[in-house]
């Protein structure tokens, strides 16, 4: 059955614009003399009462109608806005509102996201005249944009625009306005989704030394329309590219000039995917169309509720290029380098490591020398697979390495010369090739070091400016890491882009183009990954209170359930599968969250949670 239309009278359209949470209100077609209905295919048109009207609601389907007879400048205007935010995959209803070069308008060019609704004004030096038209202008908060290539970025600013009106033959139209879509947050959020793109990692000269650095795939954040036929938008935009900010770190198996040639991509009944390519895909052999294939799989598995089981790629002449079923896939599975986090760990009051296993209530020692009454740790962290642990003395001076079983020997990896424990080593940090990350924090040598088999490489951070690394978390895939900065008063969450060079021998790392995580909190205290695009972040906006709360790594509010609020937390452990519990370290003791769980108490004390990573 399809899903019901929903549409406004024109009548309504005369009001103020309020772009709430019922803001993509459109109009009924002009039959409909009052109310919105509902358009299934076979029954009568029916009103939609206002528990109906809700934007979320994913049943309910939103077009526009087209301009009115007689309309005044601002109505046209207003209509216009409102056909923008419909459920049409082509915006025609929108486009005819527009004459002249107006016509050319790109909507795909960019979206402005917008706070609040926006304001339309009239400009009074430019009072409707037929005979050299008006122009409206539209002012509004701006939140964020997202790119051509479904790209979000935070950007608050003020924002302003115009749209300029002529009459043709008698009916006032657009003949000028500015390519790309104004919306505001809640019909952004109506109308989009965030999903994950997937490209390979590119990790320079580490991809020949180590084997687990062959085939990560890395998460890529975009957004696309619900319910425009998302999952061949999906496949458009990753044969697209990947964003701007992560280009330079990842690749793509897709040869340059590969397109969809597929009208439409679907899984069929029993899970099979089929798509099939223009370009010059037939020449890729094997091996690269394998990898292709994966990141089909992984890509489209965002969209799909129920498991894909097998991909064929198919080339330009209909024949099947290779096929990839879903237990081969798992050989390029993102999951591949983040573990399987069934521990959690942290610094008890003895200054010990211990380790909760799964949802259990209880800790215990970790077996080896940082599990031992002279440990004397302030934190720690543990590799992707478990059996090796890393631990910064309580001196904050020192940063150990040792195996989590018994008869193994600590060694020390790096030291720090600061003279203050808070202003020496920061809590280490694993990525899932086997690197270990630690800022040193001393005011007279601030370094980001990253150390793998007693060699020691300083990490260069062009972007950091005067701010000090105060904590961080490195991704499993190695190329994307979040800091948190401490600059001006404030702590802020900013991602970097982990750039490799040189040799095997002499490797040059850099953390360059920081963009804050957060942009709504004035000031953060811990965070961690918590899936991978998504962090869980502990902060404040100004003048407010803790919150703890889900963000996305491209900036945007990620949409989630709330999180239950505890107060008091100093330190926050998740994991990128999200299943997991997650663990926070409060004035009140160590707590874990299950999943559709309360918070349980662990220990009534204890410091530095962390899982695998």
């Not at 370009?279 to 394998?290: H, S, T, Y």
């Amino acid at each position: 059955m399809s899903q019901p239309d929903r549409r406004r009278t024109p009548d309504e359209r005369g009001t103020p614009i309020k772009w709430g949470v019922t803001s993509g209100a459109l109009m009924c077609c002009a039959l409909l003399l009052t109310g919105c209905a509902t358009m299934p295919d076979t029954s009568d048109v029916t009103k939609v009462g206002n528990e109906q009207r809700a934007d979320s609601d994913p049943q309910v389907r939103v077009f526009g109608v087209q301009p009115q007879k007689n309309e005044q400048p601002m109505q046209i205007v207003r209509g216009f806005l409102e056909a923008t935010t419909s459920d049409e995959a082509d915006y025609q209803t929108a486009k005819k509102y527009l004459t002249g070069q107006a016509v050319q308008w790109d909507p795909f060019a960019q979206i402005t996201v917008l706070s609040g609704g926006p304001q339309l004004d009239q400009e009074r030096a430019s009072e409707a005249r037929e005979d050299i038209g008006t122009t409206i202008t539209l002012t509004g908060g701006q939140v964020a944009t997202v790119d051509r290539k479904h790209s979000y970025s935070p950007a608050t600013s003020a924002y302003r625009t115009s749209y300029h009106l002529v009459k043709v033959a008698g009916e006032w139209r657009i003949d000028s306005l500015p390519d790309g879509l104004v919306l505001s947050e809640s019909d952004f959020q109506r109308i989009y989704r965030s999903v994950n793109l997937y490209y390979f990692a590119q990790l320079g000269p580490e991809e020949s030394q180590i084997p687990l650095a062959k085939d990560v795939l890395v998460a890529d954040p975009v957004y696309v329309r619900r319910r425009i036929d998302p999952v061949t938008s999906t496949v458009q935009a990753l044969l697209a590219g990947p964003s701007n900010w992560l280009q330079p770190v990842v690749t793509s198996a897709f040869p340059a000039g590969a397109w969809l040639k597929s009208q439409k991509v679907s899984l069929d009944d029993s899970g099979k995917l089929r798509v099939q390519l223009g370009g010059p895909v037939a020449r890729a052999g094997q091996g690269r169309c394998q990898r292709m294939a994966a990141q089909l799989l992984h890509t489209v598995q965002e969209q799909s509720s129920t498991q894909v089981t097998s991909i064929d790629v198919v080339g330009p002449d209909g024949a099947t290029l290779c096929s990839l079923g879903h237990d081969q896939a798992q050989a390029y599975a993102p999951a591949r380098v983040v573990g399987n986090g069934a521990q959690q760990y942290y610094v008890d009051t003895d200054h010990r490591m211990v380790a909760v296993a799964g949802n259990a209530e209880t800790a215990h020692p970790v077996p080896g020398p940082f599990g031992e009454a002279s440990a004397h740790l302030q934190s720690v962290a543990v590799t992707r697979d478990g059996q090796t642990a890393a631990g910064v003395r309580a001196d904050g001076r020192s940063l150990y390495v040792a195996p989590l079983s018994s008869g193994g020997t600590a060694r020390e990896a790096l030291t720090s010369e600061a003279r203050d424990p808070s202003q020496g080593l920061s809590a280490p940090s694993w990525d899932g090739l086997g690197n270990l990350w630690v800022a040193d924090r001393d005011p007279q040598h601030q370094r980001l070091l990253m150390w793998r088999d007693g060699k020691t490489t300083e990490v260069s951070v062009p972007n950091l400016a005067d701010g000090q690394i105060k904590s961080l978390r490195v991704a499993a895939d190695g190329v994307r890491i979040a800091l948190l900065i401490q600059q001006g008063g404030r702590t802020t969450l900013q991602l970097g882009r982990i750039e490799r060079s040189g040799t095997a021998q002499q490797p040059q790392i850099s953390v360059t183009e920081l963009r804050a995580v957060a942009p709504q909190l004035d000031d953060v205290e811990a965070a961690s990954w918590a899936g991978e695009s998504r962090l869980v972040v502990v902060g404040k906006q100004s003048r407010g209170v803790q919150q703890l709360q889900y963000v996305d790594t491209d900036g945007s509010a990620a949409y989630t359930p709330t999180l239950p609020g505890i107060s008091k937390v100093s330190a926050v452990a998740a994991f990128e599968d999200q299943q997991r519990p997650l663990l926070v370290a409060s004035d009140e003791g160590m707590y874990q969250l299950p999943i559709d769980g309360d918070w349980q108490q662990v220990s009534p004390d204890g410091t530095a949670p962390v899982y695998p990573g």
